[in-house]
């Protein structure tokens, strides 16, 4: 970039758990602007997953959220005319980010009627280890350690 960075939006809190990693996650699921149609889709999806595990949905959401979130992934880097997976560290937010868009990501290919039963559904398999969301965070994982080999071209 020429300039300096950007600076960083302040995210508010949800109205209902008064939480901005609640708002983060509805901003990814929001399509063309509805947000109060991404709060709607979110809030049955935690009312249905605390109805099916009688647990707080909320607190089984978060851990969802962990279970998928990766730590590492591969970048590619071309060095002399080969083209080399490179298993990286992952910042934060971007961490954070993978997990929430592989979560919804996977959600909509589900075959529940609604986008909340979807979103229950792997949100449900997340906390327990399983899922689609959660397989792609160990493909992740397992193309990093099969590449560790390259770690020391590193940038």
Do not use: C
């Not at 929001?30 to 991404?38: E, N, P, S, V």
């Not at 961490?95 to 909509?108: C, P, T």
């Not at 160990?138 to 990093?144: C, P, Q, T, V």
Request: hydrophobic share 35%.
């Amino acid at each position: 970039m020429r300039k300096a960075r950007p600076k960083k939006r302040i995210i508010l809190p949800d109205p209902k758990f008064n939480d901005t990693l609640v708002t983060k996650f509805v901003n990814n699921i929001m399509l063309q602007g509805k947000k109060t149609i991404a709060y709607n889709i979110f809030y049955e999806a935690i009312d249905v997953v605390s109805e099916r595990t009688s647990e707080n949905g909320l607190e089984i959401w978060k851990k969802a959220l962990v279970n998928v979130t990766p730590n590492v992934e591969v970048r590619s880097r071309r060095i002399g005319g080969a083209t080399f997976q490179i298993p990286s560290e992952i910042r934060q937010e971007r961490k954070q980010s993978m997990g929430m868009k592989n979560l919804i990501g996977y959600s909509r290919k589900r075959n529940e009627k609604t986008m909340a039963l979807r979103l229950a559904g792997e949100i449900i398999a997340a906390s327990k280890e399983e899922g689609s969301a959660y397989k792609k965070k160990e493909d992740i994982h397992r193309m990093a350690e099969a590449n560790k080999a390259f770690s020391h071209f590193r940038f």
